[in-house]
C-alpha cells in the first residue's frame, strides 16, 4: 500500500511515497536553507511564502520519482503538529485538497513521533518498547515508547531546544546559519575541555532540560557582561575572540555540555524504563531530529550504550533532519488501524501527544 505524505512544519518543503510503511519510493526535500541563512534563524513569513512556491512541484516530482501515477496513492498523511502555524497550513491545505479530490483518506500525524519512527525507514530491525530522545530545531524531549503510535512524555525542554541552542552559539561564533553542522564540524579542530561551560541537570531526577543558561554562557565568555551590553546582541565576534582555534575550541567546548546531558538523561530515562513497574520494559534507545545527525552525539551514546549492551537505534543523517517519508511510514500503521482524520483536521503549533 502506498502512502503520500506531507511536511512542511518549519523550513522544509518536502513530500514522499512510502510503500507499507518501511520501504521508501521517494523523498524529495526542498530546503529552504539559503532563503533564511542571511536571518540566523527562520522567518516564519518567509517559510510559508517559500511552502506556497513549491508544494505543487515537490509533490509531482515525489509522485513521478516513486514511479507511480496518483491513482496508485492509497491514503494522504501529513504532519500537522508541532511547528509553524502558518507553514503547515500550506501542507494540511494541499493534503486535505488531495484527500478530497482523489477521494481517500487523510493521515494525521505527530511531526515529533514522526521523527522518532525514522530509524524504521533504515531498513533496521527496530523492536518495541524503546526510550526515545527527540532533538530539533524546536524540541527536546525524551519517551518511552510503547510502539509506533504509543508515547509517554518523560521530560521536556523548559526553554530552548538544543538545536536552537546550536544555532544560537554559532551565531554568536559567527559561524552562520544553520548552526548546528558548523559546530559539529568545526569543533573537530577543537579542544572540548577547553572551557567548563555549565551543564544545566536541574533537580535531582529531572529529566527537564533547560539549554538557555549555557547559551549566555557561551555569550559572556565570547563578549563579557560589559561588551555584550555594549553591542546589544550577538551577530558575530567582538574583539575578545579572535583566532579560528579560539572558535573552534568554544563550540567544541559548548557542543560537549550540551551532549554531556543529553546522554547522561537519555541513559537515565531508559534505566527507569527498563525497570518500571507495570510498564513493558525498554529494550534499547532511538533518537531522532536534527541534532540526531552530530558526530559527537552519536560517538559517546553509542560508548555508554555499548558498556549497558543495549541497542541504539539514529537513522542515516537525511533521515535525521526534516523529511516527508516519516511521515508516510508512520501514516501506515495508523492507516492499519483504521485511524483516519476528518477534513476539518486542524494545524496545532504545539506539541500534544
Ligand atoms: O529536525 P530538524 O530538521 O528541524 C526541526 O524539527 O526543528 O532539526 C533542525 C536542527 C537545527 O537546529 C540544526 O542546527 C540542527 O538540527 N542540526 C544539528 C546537526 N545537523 C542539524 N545540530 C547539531 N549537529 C548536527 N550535525
Ligand atoms: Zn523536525
Known sequence: MLILGIETTCD???VAVVEDGYKILSNIIASQETLHSEFGGVVPEIACRAHMESIITVIDRAVSSAGISFSDISAIAVANS???????????????????????PLIAISHIHAHLYSVNLCNKKVSYPLTGLIVSGGHTSLFFIEDELTYSLLGGTLDDAAGEAFDKVAKILGLGY??????D???K??????????????????LDFSFSGLKTAVLY????????????GCTGLDTNVKSEKEIADIAA???????DVLVDKTISA??????????????GIVIGGGVARNSRLQAKLKEKVEEMAVPLYYPTPVLCTDNAAMIAGLAYHKFVRNDFAALSLEAIPSYTL
Not at 544553520?178 to 559546530?183: E, F
Open 221 to 232: 565568555h565570547c563578549y563579557g557582561v560589559t561588551g555584550f551590553v555594549k553591542n546589544k
Open 185 to 187: 564540524s568545526i569543533s
Open 82 to 104: 508541532p511547528g509553524l502555524v502558518g507553514a503547515i497550513l500550506i501542507g494540511l491545505t494541499a493534503a486535505k485538497s488531495l484527500a478530497m479530490s482523489w477521494d481517500i
Open 12 to 14: 522544509e518543503t518536502s
Open 189 to 206: 579542530d577543537g579542544d572540548r575541555n577547553a572551557v567548563r561551560f555549565p551543564r544545566s541537570y536541574l533537580s535531582k531526577g529531572s
Open 270 to 283: 531508559f534505566k527507569l524504563n527498563s525497570c518500571t513497574g507495570n510498564k513493558r520494559s525498554s529494550e
Open 178 to 183: 544553520p548552526g548546528g553542522p558548523k559546530i
Open 253 to 259: 567546548s559548548f557542543q560537549e555540555a550540551v551532549i
